[in-house]
Structure formats: C-alpha cells, structure tokens
C-alpha cells in the first residue's frame, strides 16, 4: 500500500507535460504535451527510479483518467510546481 498525499489548501499543485508518448494501452483520455494541468493528488514515489503517481484534473475540475484500469499518470511525464497560497 503506497500514502496518498492531497495538497493542503494553503498550497496549488500543478503538472507541466513534457512527455505526451501515447503508452502500449489504447487510453481513453491523454495528456497534452506542454499543457499544465492540477494536481488533486499524487502518492510517494512507487519503486525506486520510477517516480510516484499524479491524478490530474481538466480546466473544469474534473479528472482525467487513462483508462479504467488506469487512474492516474507516472510523475516521469510531468514538470511540476508547487504554488503556496496566502
């Protein structure tokens, strides 16, 4: 079992593409390279080297999923950015 981590509310996370590789799996929804999406939430790093999952949202707020099987997005994908709110 690996912690999921939701930025608290004093604090915006935000993904960058930078790799838009259509994966072995016919996805039902993908990412656009150079887009910046939110983060809701991202889990610790999965194995050593491989980085850790992200759940991305759409401008509406709603979440993009690969597939059914597929939640989330490898953090390998993305440049990310964390924003602190006052």
């Known amino acids: 079992m ?5 930025p608290p509310s004093y604090m ?3 993904a960058k ?4 590789a259509m994966p ?4 039902e929804e993908w990412i656009e390279e150079g887009k ?5 939430h991202f889990t610790e790093p999965l194995n050593q080297g491989e980085g850790f ?3 991305i949202m759409d401008e509406d707020g709603i979440e993009i999923h690969p ?3 597929h939640w989330s997005f490898s953090s390998n994908r993305f440049e990310l950015y ?5």
């Open 67 to 69: 597939s059914s099987s």
């Open 2 to 6: 690996v912690n999921l981590f939701v």
């Open 82 to 86: 964390t924003l602190h709110l006052n």
């Open 12 to 14: 915006a996370v935000y």
């Open 24 to 27: 072995a799996f016919e996805p």
């Open 53 to 55: 999952a992200i759940t």
């Open 17 to 20: 593409c930078i790799d838009a």
């Open 36 to 40: 910046v999406y939110p983060v809701k």
